[in-house]
């Protein structure tokens, strides 16, 4: 696998030569970084066009014209190194303005004339990248379903082994809470954007469990007059 990566890392690094990207994000670091080292601007603007893990490469693009060009120039690269790229397994997804032309991609990059072999590329409304799903919308309803169903299954198995234990204290289960439950349920969850209506979600999901850890439910809590906020201090969250 590491020699792999290098092998591919070099595929890359050609094709963004070939093909720059077209998409800016402009992003901000935190102050202390920035005050601590130079290298890190408080504010800053990077290019960005492609996404990849492994072998598995989305690639980005502002119009349908640039995803063309950029697909033709991997794929001329990918055949230069000796790899075969499967167009049948790609997918097409489109964020806002629909400008592509039938959805059509070259099969071969080096026969792009009229006898040339034409593929038309499945279009999906949603795509799991990197673990989180992309919805052409750009809504977060379908990722924060995913998220919740994971967490879900893990605090179901979870549960009756360490979390409503009476040997382990309520402090310990909500460091093991933390470590097994909410890096499935809010993993790159600081880069995301999401309504307040999902934030509810989450948080039903979170105070239920949080109520579970020290052996309450909502009926317990309002007859013995325990809030919210009590439950977190019991608990050192």
């Known amino acids: 696998p590491a020699l792999f990566n290098f092998y591919y890392g070099a595929v890359l690094a050609e094709w963004r030569r070939r093909a720059p990207p077209d998409i800016t994000i402009r992003f901000a670091v935190d102050g202390r970084l920035s005050a601590t080292d130079r290298s890190f601007r408080a504010r800053d603007r ?6 990849t893990y492994a072998d598995d490469t989305a690639c980005l693009a502002s119009s349908w014209e640039n995803i063309k060009g950029r697909w033709h120039a991997y794929t001329d690269v990918a055949g230069c190194f000796g790899l075969t790229v499967s167009i049948r397994k790609c997918r097409h997804l489109v964020a806002g303005r629909d400008d592509t032309d039938g959805w059509l991609l070259a099969a071969d990059a080096q026969r792009q004339d009229s006898l040339a072999p034409w593929v038309r590329v499945e279009r999906v409304d949603d795509f799991c990248e990197l673990g989180s799903t992309v919805q052409a919308d750009g809504g977060w309803h ?21 979390f409503i234990s009476p040997v382990i204290g309520p402090r310990m289960k909500y460091r093991l809470f933390d470590v097994f439950i909410l890096s499935r349920l ?23 469990c949080l109520r579970a850890l020290v052996g309450l439910t909502r009926w317990k809590m309002w007859q013995r007059g325990v809030s919210d906020a009590r439950v977190r201090e019991l608990l050192g969250a």
């Open 142 to 162: 379908k990722e924060v379903a995913a998220r919740l169903r994971s967490a879900g299954c893990a605090w179901a198995r979870l549960k009756p082994v360490l």
């Open 186 to 208: 809010l993993y790159c969850a600081e880069l995301w954007r999401v309504p307040w209506q999902e934030l509810r979600r989450l948080q039903r999901f979170h105070d239920r």
């Open 46 to 51: 990077t290019p960005i066009g492609d996404a």
